[in-house]
């Protein structure tokens, strides 16, 4: 987080980590046996490191996460909306009553600072 804020100039708004991680982090204990994040008897609070948000997601390596100013350096461009369509058409779906359903998105993302996002590894 430091060396974005250093380096681009700006400040980290969120971190996507491996729930496995996250979990790691959040169980983490001090020298005197409390929990960093927490007592875990209670409600958590909401999911952030440092006042940073933090967005869990099996779609992120274990071991690694990815900080980044995302709301200041990125944007993501929607042609269109979501298409859904269903269909029984497919080989013998009309036969057994089935029906196939797909959803599309068409998206881009665009990155205006690379050197705003960075990729932590060696997480336990």
Same mark, same amino acid.
């Given at each position: 987080?430091?060396? @974005?804020a250093?380096t681009?100039?700006? !400040?980290p708004?969120? @971190?996507v980590i491996n729930? #496995?991680? $996250?979990?790691?982090i959040?169980i /983490?204990? &001090? #020298? #005197?046996g409390? !929990?960093? *994040? ?7 609070? *909401?999911?952030?490191? $440092?006042g940073v948000?933090v967005a869990?997601t099996?779609s992120?390596v274990?071991?690694?996460?990815l900080?980044?100013a995302?709301a200041t350096a990125s944007?993501?461009?929607r042609?269109?909306? @979501?298409?859904?369509?269903a269909?029984?058409?497919h080989? &013998? !779906?009309?036969v057994?009553?089935?029906v196939?359903i797909?959803a599309?998105?068409?998206?881009a993302?665009c990155v !205006?600072r690379p050197?705003?996002f /960075?990729k932590? #590894?060696?997480? @336990?």
């Amino acid at each position: 987080m430091a060396a @974005i804020a250093t380096t681009a100039f700006v !400040y980290p708004e969120g @971190i996507v980590i491996n729930p #496995t991680n $996250w979990f790691t982090i959040q169980i /983490g204990k &001090d #020298t #005197t046996g409390r !929990y960093l *994040a927490g007592n875990p008897f209670q409600p958590l609070p *909401a999911n952030s490191l $440092w006042g940073v948000p933090v967005a869990p997601t099996p779609s992120i390596v274990a071991g690694t996460a990815l900080v980044g100013a995302f709301a200041t350096a990125s944007q993501v461009f929607r042609k269109g909306g @979501i298409r859904v369509e269903a269909s029984n058409s497919h080989q &013998d !779906y009309f036969v057994k009553n089935l029906v196939a359903i797909r959803a599309e998105e068409r998206l881009a993302l665009c990155v !205006y600072r690379p050197g705003a996002f /960075g990729k932590v #590894t060696g997480l @336990i």
